[in-house]
């Protein structure tokens, strides 16, 4: 109270600055999205937009979340960045969640038209974990001896 009228009676240039206001509006924006993370509405990392999260299929969960639509440009360039081990898990997490919620599926090569296709991306084989070949060394059948598949996500 006491606060309050010194505030009034001595006008404190502080309290109005620009600085103030955007301070108090950064507060705001981090309660308002606070709020909607309640409401089961979340944010892409890499588009910041949100999205509902009743809807499975909107937003991959690899401990942050990214929206579908960024899947191929977010994964060119976070896969870089994971090692073998990690990248492992993430390629089974993504892949079985695309396979899941947007029809992909699994092929050994490049599809020849893309046209038909929304995108697709190259992700380790999980059958042989790169290698290419099976235990007793044959050619592992799963991406013919490549070491890689492909996840071909239809339009
Ligand atoms: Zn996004
Ligand atoms: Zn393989």
Redesign the pocket.
Known sequence: MHRELTTNSQHNPANDSPFHDVERMEQDVRDIIDALALLGVKRCIRCRKFFQMSEPGNLFDFGQLVCFGCIPDWWSSYSKQLNSTNREEVERKLSSWLRKYHRAELVREAPATLESTEFQIVTT?G??R???KILDGQR?R??N???T?WIVVPK
């Open positions: 084989c059958e042989c790169g290698s290419g592992c799963f991406c001896g490549l070491g598949v």
